[in-house]
């Protein structure tokens, strides 16, 4: 499969990510093992993980991601067929707020290339962006590490548009890593916030955009059709509260055209929709089984016709 380099770096990755939010909390170490197995030998290489991972589930406290990751690259010894993402900055058992301060930037990095077991991160992550710290000292921290080989490049998440254009401005001022990726919500349902605020800044910057709830919580997958798919689980109750409204129908109507019409699933198409967005890189997804790998193979090679993105556009329209 054809590859693409985010932003201005090196990193060259098959345009889907692999979301590592799932390991040690919906898959177990050996499931997780079976997953990224059959993931690289679909022909991907990125994944994408947090230390901060996955601090949610009763008896965790952060880092299970990373360390389940760590210990499949070992067992596997495909550290240099992965491209490795990780996040810093967001809370966890002992971490109570976001935080990008020198010293737990510098404290947390060493912790995560040890669960992980790698002496390098590919692209480390502002996951959370701490607004009251400098964003001079975050930057100098990875300067730091650049300079120290333990990570080649960096990017940002959950960041304001202000500060990520200052972050931009100073790391030229000062000569310092620039953020060379953004990590945004966004997907066919969640699209105005990305788009008002933060395109204009990817294009203009030139970020790598890797879109996190791409597939909406799995709204946009084509199991949600009336009321009764919502009884599936509390988490479904979730879902259907946040999307299933007179938009989010209409959305799941043309997902469902367009996929009949290509002769393929929706999460395929939605996940073709954001590949087509010219300010996009890539969609970070998860999967818990290994047939939910399928969609990937095909979205990478799907190619949505003018007609079939407007009809996914016009059904998406805030009204």
């Known amino acids: 499969m054809n590859r693409i380099t985010l932003g201005q770096s090196d990193l060259e990755i098959v345009p889907i990510v692999f979301g590592g939010n799932v390991f040690g909390w919906t898959l177990d170490e050996q499931q997780s093992f079976d997953v990224l197995d059959a993931y690289l030998d679909r022909g991907f290489n990125a994944i994408d993980t947090s230390n901060q991972y996955s601090h949610w589930v009763p008896g965790n406290t952060g880092g299970e991601s990373e360390t389940i990751i760590g210990n499949w ?26 935080n990008t301060s020198k010293h737990h930037i510098m404290e947390q990095v060493d912790l995560s290339l040890k669960r992980l077991k790698t002496d390098y991160i590919d692209l480390y992550q502002t996951h959370y962006d701490d607004e009251t710290t400098p964003i001079e000292e975050t930057l100098e921290a990875y300067d730091e590490l650049v300079k120290a ?63 996190y709830y791409s597939i909406a919580s799995g709204f ?16 479904s109750e979730g879902v259907k509260s946040q999307y299933w409204n007179e938009r989010g129908q209409r959305i799941v109507m043309a997902l469902e055209e367009v996929a009949n019409a290509y002769k393929t699933n929706p999460t395929a198409v939605a996940l073709a929709w954001l590949l087509a967005r010219p300010s996009v890189s890539a969609p970070i997804v998860s999967a818990t089984k290994i047939s939910h790998l399928d969609p990937f193979v095909s979205a990478v090679q799907l190619q949505l016709s003018a007609d079939a993105l407007a009809k996914l556009d016009i059904a998406s329209q805030y009204i």
């Open 73 to 98: 690259l070992q067992k596997s010894k495909k550290r240099d067929k992965v491209v490795l993402m990780t996040k810093v900055g967001g809370k966890f058992s002992t971490n109570p707020k976001p």
């Open 220 to 235: 946009l997958t084509g199991k949600y059709k009336s009321d009764d798919d919502f009884n599936q689980s509390a988490r």
């Open 149 to 211: 080989g333990k990570v080649k490049w960096i990017g940002a998440s959950n960041i304001s548009p202000e500060r990520l254009m200052r972050s931009l401005e100073i790391s030229r001022q000062y000569n310092y890593p620039v953020y060379q990726t953004l990590q945004p919500e966004y997907n066919l349902y969640t699209r105005d916030k990305y788009e008002t605020q933060y395109e204009p800044l990817a294009q203009q910057y030139n970020l790598g955009v890797l879109t």
